[in-house]
């Protein structure tokens, strides 16, 4: 499935597999004969569905506010301490 693939930080209220505050790698997708866009976190379950890019940005901050290096420091700090396998990155 083609996308965006970015690092987000999910800012909404904890949903479909998502936890406020937290990092994540998604992809953002539109699949074919859905009306939604899919947000899909890539190391885990979380998989959320929006009708706007507006409802979308209003529960993500994308690209998230840690980029390049400081994302990728972050992630494997999350991932050694707190992230076991399928859940997702550790709050900000």
Known sequence: MNGLRTPARFIGETSCGFISGWLYEVRVERRPGSPYLWVVDLHGPGRCPYTTMGTL?????IPADKT???FGEEYRWQREHDRPAGNSWRRA
Not at 57 to 61: D, K, L, S, V
């Open 68 to 70: 390049g290096p400081d």
């Open 57 to 61: 940005a209003a529960n993500w901050r």
